[in-house]
């Protein structure tokens, strides 16, 4: 099909949107390790996680054999408040990077969370509401899970409580006012209000707070009150399985003009956006009809998969939730305090841990004034402020357009353009004032933070 007739801007009419998600896990021949019991390092079962997640959630957690799972009917309509995202052809950005390669971006941020996770915050809330539950409880960092679980929640009627790293508490007020208008009650982690925070104040009375400690917070939280269960916004199986309405999604609307990325692009924290992105086109390639380069990009500061190890590790601080076998820098793992750009989590999906072992995706890093300079330069073609975190995702998409400019190849790109960054412009300022730096961690730090990794035979 000829260039000249494909739109700016892709949608789907709604007959076209997906009914179902789809399960890569479905189509892999070695799986992802089982989650461990942290106290016995036997698998977990169903009951014990029932305990801490929603039963649906639980069964979709350890579905590993299902390709395809129907989309409640309730969820597809939510779903068209919101969705098809647009699927848009960086026209203006070609011409400025004056690049032969066909760039492509899903925009996720046309919602009020600002990102894709509202995608899997509707569906647990849903399963939370259909087994009868009084309300939830969830940890956020940068803010748009808690905006977009506080969303859903208010759709369903459910309570929602949700546990604010401290820094992010306080440096992003106007984050917090939004969850409390859609409901929701934000309580700033380490707090008070749980035994572990009581622990961790004892022990760090300084402390802003890390996204490993807020998870054992609302973890505790969940477990201590009769009608709550625990959400997570990204990292987990079940997270990666809603959020591949995106790439389904993608590839309808690409189908639909027989375009065919070569590149496929996402920015990496837990791994929810990037393995939702890539899992139906991942399918193809395990399944041998269609090969693609998958590029997973993750901040020089925060490097689980180009730097960390594949191990059994602790996914929150406290050591309250299942031990996951990962790319992980170590539980303990800090980012340096000038890191602004989010995708601080230490852990990595289990999914896409596996598939990077695998060698079936690659996965690069990069400093964050070079995000920023990206950010900003996507800003001034493309009219749209992103994210810092999708803004990790662009660097590379610019990276790659600028080598086929060198080369002189016509690939295509397609990345995830997973949020806007109207929440972030401190950490703008900071780029806009020269006053940003990139700081990588060293050898010798992560080893430490290695160190830490329980022992698992
Ligand atoms: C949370 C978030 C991410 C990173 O999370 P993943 O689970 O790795 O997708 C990326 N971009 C935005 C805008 C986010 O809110």
Redesign the pocket.
């Known amino acids: 099909m000829s260039d000249k007739k494909i739109p700016y801007k892709i949608y789907l009419e709604e007959n076209e949107m997906p009914t179902q998600w789809y399960n890569v896990r479905a189509d892999m021949q070695k799986k992802p390790a089982p989650l461990l019991n942290p106290a016995t390092h036997q698998p977990c079962t169903a009951e014990e996680l029932e305990n801490v997640f929603c039963d649906e959630l639980v069964k979709q957690e350890l579905n590993e054999t299902d390709r395809y799972i129907d989309i409640p009917e309730e969820i597809q309509e939510f779903y068209k408040m919101y969705r098809p995202s647009p699927l848009v052809r960086a026209y203006c950005l070609e011409k400025k990077l004056d690049t032969p390669a066909k760039i492509y971006y899903k925009f996720?941020?046309n919602n009020t969370s600002?990102?894709?996770?509202l995608n899997s915050a509707i569906a647990q809330a849903y399963y939370a509401k259909k087994q009868g539950l009084k309300g939830v409880t969830t940890e956020t960092g940068?803010g748009?899970?808690g905006t977009a679980l506080s969303m859903a929640c208010s759709y369903f009627d459910l309570d929602c409580q949700v546990y604010m790293v401290k820094c992010s508490y306080e440096q992003k007020p106007f984050r917090r006012e939004v969850m409390r208008t859609y409901g929701a009650n934000v309580t700033p982690s380490p707090s008070d209000t749980t035994e572990v925070g009581r622990k961790i104040l004892a022990e760090f009375p300084d402390t802003n707070g890390s996204l490993g400690c807020a998870i054992s917070e609302a973890v505790e939280k969940a477990t201590s009150q009769d009608g709550y269960r625990y959400v997570l916004?990204?990292?987990l199986s079940q997270?990666l399985l809603h959020?591949s309405v995106i790439g389904m999604e993608s590839k309808i609307a690409m189908d639909k003009y027989g375009i065919k990325p070569d590149i496929i692009i996402?920015?990496?924290?837990?791994?929810?956006?990037?393995g939702g992105l890539i899992s139906p086109f991942m399918g193809e390639k395990l399944r041998g009809e269609k090969d693609y380069k998958f590029i997973a990009v993750e901040p020089a500061s925060c490097p689980s998969l180009t730097r960390g190890v594949y191990a059994y590790d602790f996914c929150d601080t406290g050591k309250v939730c299942p031990l996951q076998k990962m790319y992980t820098l170590g539980s303990g793992f800090m980012p340096s305090a000038n890191h602004a750009g989010?995708?601080r989590y230490h852990g990595m999906s289990a999914v896409l841990s596996e598939l990077y072992d695998q060698g079936l995706m690659e996965a690069v890093s990069v400093e964050q004034t070079a995000v920023f300079e990206a950010a900003q330069q996507f800003a001034r073609v493309e009219g749209i402020l992103p994210?810092p975190?999708?803004s990790h995702a662009i660097k590379t998409a610019i990276d790659e357009a600028m080598k086929c400019k060198e080369t002189g190849e016509e690939k295509t790109i397609l990345f995830g353009l997973?949020?806007t960054g109207y929440f972030d412009m401190y950490a703008y300022g900071a780029y806009n004032d020269g006053r940003m730096s990139d700081y990588i961690p060293t050898d010798e730090e992560l080893q430490k933070s290695f160190d830490t990794l329980p022992k698992i035979d």
């Open positions: 996720e941020g600002g990102s894709h996770k940068a748009q899970w916004g990204s990292v997270v959020q996402g920015c990496a924290g837990g791994g929810s956006n990037l989010g995708l994210a975190e999708s997973t949020g």
